[in-house]
């Protein structure tokens, strides 16, 4: 929406492990061979809102940058 501003922040969110563990984004995830949280980042990023990944860890730095290497589909949500 134009001119709205989404704020959030995973860090905090206590359901956020939980997320991670949805048996559609799982399965999803092993389809692209991508982590749950790179499909949950490239769903947000599809719908046109802006995402600031933080991490310290090399490896989830690398992670958080290989989320624009893919695209989602409806297909991919609705078959899974």
Known sequence: CVGCVWVCCLNSNKQL???LENEVLVKIAKKHNKTPAQV???????KGISIIPKSTTPQRIV???QVFIFLL????????
Do not use: A, D, K
């Not at 949950?40 to 599809?46: E, G, T």
């Not at 589909?73 to 899974?80: G, M």
């Open 17 to 19: 492990p939980e997320m």
């Open 40 to 46: 949950l980042l490239r769903f947000i990023n599809q």
């Open 63 to 65: 992670e958080n940058f």
């Open 73 to 80: 589909f409806i297909v991919n949500i609705q078959n899974s």
